[in-house]
Nanobody, 126 residues
Framework: QVHLVESGGGLVQAGGSLRLSCAAS????????MGWFRQNPAKEREFVAA????????YLADSVKGRFTISRDNAQNTVYLQMNSLKPEDTAVYYC???????????????????WGQGTQVTVSS
């Protein structure tokens, strides 16, 4: 069973950068599509970014395109979310997720993911 642990969150000023990491406990991670979601108290959990099992395909939500990048290192069982030009509206708890469905593509819906990390808080001050 894949367990996921996020890290890298914190407090940053608007315009700053953070890199989130999501470490998986099992080698099986390297065959799974992965995603990042975020949630703040005022909203439902929303899709941020997704990546195929080999990193060859990525997809970003419109709200973060041009600012965020998703990548992965299967040798390290880790997926990353590089966040640049952060805005106060990016403030949220960020979760990584793994899709046990597998396949060669990516997924953007919450119910397409089966394993979730505990989340890491990102706070962007204005």
């Amino acid at each position: 069973q894949v367990h996921l642990v996020e890290s890298g969150g914190g407090l940053v000023q608007a315009g700053g950068s953070l890199r989130l990491s999501c470490a998986a406990s099992e080698r099986a991670f390297s065959s799974l599509p992965m995603g990042w979601f975020r949630q703040n108290p005022a909203k439902e959990r929303e899709f941020v970014a997704a990546i195929s099992w080999n990193g060859g395909i990525t997809y970003l939500a419109d709200s973060v395109k041009g600012r965020f990048t998703i990548s992965r290192d299967n040798a390290q069982n880790t997926v990353y979310l590089q966040m640049n030009s952060l805005k106060p509206e990016d403030t949220a708890v960020y979760y990584c997720a793994a899709s046990l469905v597998g396949g060669g593509g990516y997924y953007t819906q919450r119910d397409e993911y089966d394993r979730w990390g505990q989340g890491t808080q990102v706070t962007v001050s204005s």
